[in-house]
């Protein structure tokens, strides 16, 4: 009714964005591609997320011993 099945898939993208946390020994290259995957998923889903949030969303996936 509310275009429930795009509204769940919005969120299903940005809780793994928000849970996404990069993992000791993955390659600063591989965790990028990842991250760069899950934002062109909400950019086809219609979500424009500003490039200074962005750049915020994906400092807080880095691993802390960076």
């Known amino acids: 009714m509310f275009g429930g099945k795009g509204r769940l898939a919005r ?6 964005i928000i849970d996404t946390k990069m993992l000791k020994g993955t390659l600063i290259r591989d965790h990028k591609i990842h991250v760069i995957e899950l934002f062109n998923e909400m950019k086809i ?22």
């Open 11 to 16: 969120q299903a993208v940005l809780k793994a």
């Open 45 to 66: 889903l219609r979500v424009e997320i500003k490039g200074e949030t962005q750049v915020d969303m994906v400092l807080e996936t880095l691993s802390d011993s960076l």
